[in-house]
């Protein structure tokens, strides 16, 4: 089966502690994005990648890092200088082209910091 | 600041009846438009995606899209409880990436 797995569902962090987030794909996409969504707001693109060993930052990228060093992973680590980071983080892929093509999303991770 | 808006929501309609749910974009690029839908404590589920003017049918659901006045719009035809959800409006800002709206809450009654 072609899909995305994050992991995990539920992850829970004392303040301070930096934490990171799984994102697997096996579509065989080029392009994986990370978003943030907050209760009752639409998703703000944290950062997003076209290729292997290549990044950009997206809207809302402070406090957050990431890596791409496999086309399927794309890492997302959630830093101690992330202010409020209790969050639903989703991640994404797509085909890579000249336009954007449907992004197809995994299940999320829901992250709790206290 | 390129932005999205939606229809404020809820929308409540009755089982059967034709919801519509509207999307305006104030970016003139752009060229891609996406419509999602979340069920509530879930990931987005791609529902339609248009690109030229006009309209879209896919089963029960019609994508409406005018570049010219930077609008585009999801009819969903014989609304079903199952389609009680969360549309994101999502047209694409640059060649990589797209920006999403805040949401219409869809609820169809029984």
């Known amino acids: 089966d072609g899909g995305i797995t994050q992991s995990p569902k539920y992850l829970f962090r004392k303040e301070g502690q930096n934490v990171t987030l799984s994102c697997e794909q096996n579509?065989?996409?080029?392009?994986m994005y990370w978003y943030r969504q907050d209760p009752g707001q639409g998703l703000r693109l944290i950062y997003y990648s076209q290729i292997v060993n290549d990044f950009q930052k997206g809207d809302i990228a402070e406090g957050y890092s990431v890596s791409r060093e496999k086309k399927e992973s794309f890492p997302l680590t959630v830093t101690s200088a992330q202010k409020n980071p209790t969050a639903f983080y989703l991640c994404a892929s797509s085909i890579a082209g000249l336009a954007p093509y449907e992004q197809y999303f995994g299940p999320g991770t829901r992250l709790t910091v206290t | 600041q390129k932005e999205v808006e939606q229809n404020s929501g809820p929308l409540s309609v009755p089982e059967g009846a034709i919801a519509s749910l509207n999307c305006t974009y104030s970016d003139r690029g752009s060229q891609s438009f996406f419509w999602y839908r979340q069920y509530s404590g879930k990931s987005p589920e791609l529902i339609m995606s248009i690109y030229s003017n006009g309209d879209k049918e896919d089963g029960r659901f019609t994508a409406q899209l005018n570049k010219a006045s930077q609008y585009v719009s999801l009819l969903i035809r014989d609304s079903q409880p199952s389609d009680s959800a969360t549309y994101l409006c999502?047209?694409?800002?640059?060649?990589?990436?797209?920006?999403f709206g805040p949401g219409t809450s869809l609820s169809v009654i029984p």
């Open positions: 579509l065989n996409h080029d392009a």
């Open positions: 999502a047209p694409s800002v640059s060649y990589d990436k797209v920006i």
